[in-house]
């Protein structure tokens, strides 16, 4: 039995070994339906003590993040963030797109960190993890309500979306690029609409995110796009139209990493190529393992998101040459950290009586 869920990227829910039980279908043709189901995505909810960390890691060092929600609706099939969902009990597969952690409280554990004598100003970075900007945002506005905090502090922050519902706010990313505090990413893996919605089914279509691209930058918020991940055989070949569209749509910069197939990523990355591109799916794993060392994934800091070989410096000779040639011109962005304050606080109001 084949089954294929349209609209998710993951069509299998793999182990969780962190869990010492799980559901298997053993004898299929006794079942009047699969035991994996299209269900709809269910919110769920976690209030932190504290929503900003640390991101160790000698790739990016002394960076912060914080993530609004756990979890993910586009169902990017290749997202490194998969892997987390097992910490909460659930699988990096199905679960990861259907299973969203919400933490509501967020904007009120950012200002109890920000208001710390203790803290020390430095870019916090949406989303670490999963995109702030998944369509949960629409209705609960934690997203917004932290942007707003880091307003009042002002605050520097950067962030990273494939979603136009940033546009919503507009208002607040402007008054913070007056003071030269945000700084935005949009990721943009592929100008093949067909290809985009396998790999990334519940994402806004690339011509809209360009258009979020020259909206932001029409707007005086710096703005660039992420190519991420690249994968060779897959979307490698769009490299320089990629960088081309962005820079002709107001994009100041752009980074790139390429895939990594990391703890279940590898088994959930495997099955969805298979069936979606089964004519291509065994020369696609081999370049990803010819830039890994011979493996899917690769935990090694320094070269995990670089990758190595032939294939991986080509690529890269690639992207720079596409980047030097259409955003030769662009200025990098600087945040100014000296405009940082802490609102005073107010009274309680039964003081008054």
Same mark, same amino acid.
């Given at each position: 039995m084949n089954y294929y869920f349209k609209g998710r990227g993951s069509q299998i829910n793999t182990d969780n070994k962190y869990l010492k039980h799980r559901y298997v279908t053993e004898h299929e043709e006794m079942l009047d339906e699969p035991l994996l189901s299209n269900e709809k995505t269910q919110i769920y909810y976690e209030h932190p003590k504290k929503i900003v960390n640390v991101v160790k890691?000698?790739? *990016?060092?002394g960076m912060y993040s914080m993530n609004p929600y756990q979890g @993910?609706?586009?169902? @990017?099939?290749?997202?490194?963030?998969?892997?987390?969902?097992?910490?909460?009990?659930?699988?990096?597969?199905?679960?990861? +797109?259907?299973?969203? *952690?919400?933490?509501?409280?967020?904007?009120?554990?950012? +200002?109890? #960190?920000?208001?710390?004598?203790?803290? +020390?100003v430095s870019p916090i970075m949406f989303s670490g993890n999963t995109d702030c900007y998944q369509p949960v945002e629409r209705e609960l506005k934690i997203t917004r309500q932290m942007l707003e905090v880091l307003l009042k502090f002002k605050h520097p922050a950067s962030m990273i979306t494939k979603n136009n519902l940033i546009l919503r706010d507009m208002d607040i990313l402007q008054e913070m690029a007056k003071l030269k505090l945000i700084h935005v990413m949009i990721s943009i893996t592929s100008l093949r609409e067909e290809l985009r919605q396998k790999m990334e089914p519940r994402t806004v279509t690339t011509k809209n995110r360009l258009k979020v691209v020259e909206k932001l930058s029409n707007a005086g918020i710096p703005v660039g796009v992420m190519t991420a991940p690249i994968i060779p055989g897959l979307?490698?070949? +769009?490299?320089? #139209?990629?960088?081309?569209?962005?820079?002709?749509?107001?994009? #100041?910069?752009?980074?790139?990493?390429?895939?990594?197939?990391?703890?279940?990523?590898?088994?959930?990355?495997?099955d969805w190529i298979h069936k979606n591109f089964p004519d291509r799916a065994e020369k696609v794993l081999n370049h990803i393992a010819a830039i890994h060392g011979g493996q899917l994934n690769d935990s090694r800091y320094g070269t995990r998101m670089r990758g190595e070989g032939n294939i991986a410096a080509s690529i890269h000779q690639l992207f720079n040459m596409a980047v030097k040639k259409h955003m030769v011109s662009k200025e990098r962005f600087q945040y100014d950290l000296t405009v940082f304050e802490r609102p005073k606080p107010q009274k309680d109001q039964l003081e008054l009586f």
């Open positions: 890691s000698p790739d *990016i060092p @993910c609706e586009h169902g @990017c099939i290749y997202c490194y963030a998969r892997n987390t969902h097992e910490y909460w009990g659930y699988s990096a597969g199905l679960d990861f +797109e259907r299973k969203i *952690i919400a933490k509501p409280n967020a904007p009120q554990v950012l +200002e109890k #960190q920000l208001m710390n004598k203790n803290w +020390e979307n490698s070949d +769009e490299i320089p #139209q990629l960088i081309e569209a962005a820079a002709n749509s107001g994009a #100041q910069r752009a980074g790139m990493t390429l895939v990594r197939l990391n703890g279940s990523i590898a088994d959930i990355f495997k």
